[in-house]
């Protein structure tokens, strides 16, 4: 459309100076007949105006607002006088600014435009808006765009509805039914609005005229018997003729509802107050949401002013919208059947596993009272990584602990070797128990601990576990250990005593056998002899030989048990030996005791002398000094004996098997009751220490009665 020409508008205001003029002359009773007109139209016009679902705004050639409707404030929140002078292009979504300022800008030379765009309300919210935009020359002499626009969000918001409604009917169900309310919501407020809007307009007649005749709703004024005496636009009517003006309103609605029309327009005239009605147009079929808003003149109502929108299509999304809801309610009541039928199994599933945890509960406690009545240890651990995740009270008693701290720890913690655990797990895994299983653990501290234990496979509050009990036999294997190294040491001393003996027949053999042999030779040589002379050299020899054999046996006899050992004792014999050890290899021994007993068995005797025998000849062999020490203590049923020097010493760590000296020493002393300890490191000397009690338990067995039957 083509903006009007000068000539043209010069015409309409000629046609209007002289309707004015005409007016004037009908009221010449008036003072002012112009002012009386003017105030007429004007508050008929800010009624519309008030009464209107839009806002109205006028923008000039550089996109800034001139004027803008109060009801600004209402429908977007902010102050329309702080928005005077600013751009209109401010508010707008930035995706819609350039469609707009083309728009604008198109509207100055074609006279007209119309736009959907976006607009931010004070809340932060985007509002969609319908502007239709028409050119006019204001009174100041400027080119503006007058500018209608409709907050169309909630109509675009059910379109977007009624499309989601379509893609996802069963799972928007809800969702949908919240859109809906929440679109009534919003309409209510739109209507409390627009009520807010009607008693805010206000704006010059031409200024009202133009915001009527461009506006998108049909705007109507009626009279106390529903002829309409004004129509903005009979074509927007849908089916309303050009010609209404005078025929009656009610001749345009189905009889049904007329009577709801009639009472909300007499609810008006009768007090004053403003309603809301829907009806359909007969001709055309088109429904209509039609405000009523009173026209008070003199203090009285002489007219109401009827403003309709066009809801066809809300209608149609809102009918359509029930169908899918009644579909959705229909699918509803049959997935909650499926459902009732699927609780039901559901019951019957959880009864029978209610029985059977019973049943497991039963057993669980059945073995638990098992297992922690049992004397052996017992626990179960997890599968994959050894947590214990049961013990019973005989391991936490056996580990000194508490059954909390323990089924935090992991039986790997007490594996001296981990591929010990690999392999027992493979066996596990391979034959699904291991009975007899004997296995090195360790104590919390790392001492040793030997198991005899039994595992099985089992499944435990849902994983995969190990069922274990085992026996220590850590006495066990000590006891075999000692027992291996008692024979060891018996082998060893068998041996040393085969050696000694036969050492002792070469000596005799060598030694006392010949010495006697030669004396035997000379006395026969004597007994032969021609002369004396050679008989008296003969028997000196002879004399002389066995002198030899009885020397060389008395020493023989004294290696193997000195007879002053039988003789005098223990004591005197270890005097004698101290004082052949200085004769013979120069070593100066220091004797002290206090010995109260005056004599011991003879083997216990035998073994004193053979330990300060030994250890004397490891100093004169190895300590590389010619001075020691020996002690004799009787304290206490015990005899404390001790053999110090101060040599160069060793490690006892590092003394080789073959060398059975001090092993001999501490054997002898276990072998009757006691104990030897060896101190030694190098360059400090050593000494041995050996305690033996005094009393022979032998001895004392044999001293006690026989026992005899009843």
């Keep these: 459309m083509k903006a009007p020409t000068s000539k043209q508008l010069a015409a309409e205001n000629a046609e209007l100076r002289a309707r004015l003029a005409a007016v004037e002359a009908q009221l010449s009773d008036s003072r002012d007949a112009r002012s009386v007109l003017s105030d007429a139209e004007l508050r008929r016009y800010r009624i519309l105006t008030e009464s209107s679902f839009d806002v109205v705004c006028e923008i000039d050639a550089a996109s800034r607002f001139r004027y803008l409707s109060p009801n600004y404030r209402d429908v977007l929140g902010w102050n329309p006088d702080a928005m005077l002078g600013h751009s209109a292009l401010e508010r707008l979504h930035p995706d819609d600014r350039a469609a707009a300022a083309e728009q604008i800008e198109r509207s100055f030379v074609t006279g007209w435009g119309k736009l959907s765009l976006r607009v931010q309300h004070d809340d932060g919210e985007w509002r969609w808006f319908e502007c239709i935009g028409r050119r006019f020359d204001s009174d100041e002499g400027d080119a503006r765009v007058l500018v209608i626009s409709r907050d169309v969000s909630d109509r675009i918001h059910v379109q977007q509805q009624l499309i989601a409604a379509h893609d996802d009917l069963e799972a928007r169900v809800e969702q949908r039914t919240n859109e809906l309310a929440e679109a009534n919501a919003r309409l209510l407020d739109e209507i409390a609005e627009r009520e807010r809007a009607e008693r805010q307009l206000r704006d010059s007649e031409e200024r009202l005229r133009r915001v009527i005749e461009n506006a998108p709703d049909v705007v109507l004024t009626l009279d106390r018997d529903g002829r309409i005496m004004y129509i903005n636009s009979p074509l927007r009517a849908g089916g309303v003729d050009s010609d209404a003006v005078g025929t009656c309103a009610y001749e345009y609605v189905p009889l049904e509802q007329r009577a709801r029309m009639k009472g909300v327009i007499d609810r008006a005239f009768a007090t004053g107050e403003t309603g809301e009605y829907e009806v359909m147009v007969s001709s055309s079929g088109d429904w209509y949401r039609t405000r009523v808003g009173p026209v008070v003149a003199d203090g009285k109502v002489n007219s109401v002013v009827l403003i309709s929108a066009n809801v066809t299509a809300q209608k149609k999304s809102e009918e359509e919208l029930r169908k899918s809801q009644q579909l959705l309610e229909r699918r509803i009541i049959e997935r909650t059947q499926q459902l009732a039928a699927a609780n039901e199994q559901l019951r019957l599933d ?5 029985e059977t945890e019973r049943q497991l509960r039963e057993s669980e406690e059945r073995f638990r009272a098992m297992a922690e009545a049992n004397p052996v240890p017992v626990f179960i651990s997890r599968y994959s990584d050894g ?6 009270e005989r391991l936490v008693e056996m580990l000194s602990t508490t059954r909390e701290k323990l089924l935090t720890q992991s039986t790997t913690e007490f594996y001296s070797r981990p591929e010990d655990r690999m392999q027992l797990m493979r066996a596990l895994s391979r034959e699904g128990q291991v009975k007899d299983y004997e296995l090195k653990a360790k104590w919390p501290d790392g001492s040793p601990l030997w198991l005899w234990v039994s595992n099985r496979r089992i499944a435990y509050q849902g994983e995969s576990a190990v069922l274990t009990s085992f026996l220590d036999i850590t006495e066990r294997k000590r006891d075999e250990e000692r027992l291996k190294h008692e024979r060891t040491v018996l082998k060893q001393m068998l041996e040393l005593q085969d050696r000694d003996r036969q050492l002792t027949a070469y000596e005799i053999h060598d030694g006392m ?20 002379r050679e008989r008296m050299h003969d028997l000196n020899k002879a004399v002389t030989l066995l002198q030899g054999a009885i020397g060389e046996a008395r020493r023989l006899i004294n290696g193997l048990r000195p007879p002053i050992l039988d003789e005098e004792g223990v004591v005197p014999a270890v005097q004698h030996l101290v004082a052949d050890l200085k004769n013979l290899v120069g070593l100066k021994v220091r004797l002290k005791h206090r010995v109260e007993t005056e004599r011991f068995s003879p083997a216990r005797e035998n073994t004193i002398y053979r330990v300060v025998q030994e250890a004397l000849t490891n100093v004169h062999r ?37 060398r059975f000296g001090l092993a001999g020493i501490q054997e002898r002393a276990r072998l009757f009751g006691g104990q030897a300890t060896i101190r030694s490191k190098p360059g400090k000397g050593t000494t041995i220490l050996v305690e033996i009690p005094i009393d022979d338990p032998l001895e004392q067995v044999a001293d006690e009665p026989t026992a005899r039957p009843l």
Excluded at 350 to 354: D, F, S, Y
Excluded at 387 to 392: A, D, I, M, Q, S
């Design 513 to 532: 056998v010949q010495d006697m042999t030669g004396a035997l030779m000379y006395l026969d040589a004597g007994r032969n002899a021609r002369t004396n």
């Design 622 to 658: 190895h300590s590389g000094i010619r001075a020691a020490t020996v002690e004799l203590i009787e304290h206490d049923h015990m005899l404390r004996i001790a053999v110090r020097d101060r040599g160069v010493g060793f490690d006892p760590d590092t003394i080789p098997a073959s």
């Design 387 to 392: 947590r214990f995740l049961y013990v019973n």
């Design 350 to 354: 959880i009864l029978r596993r209610e």
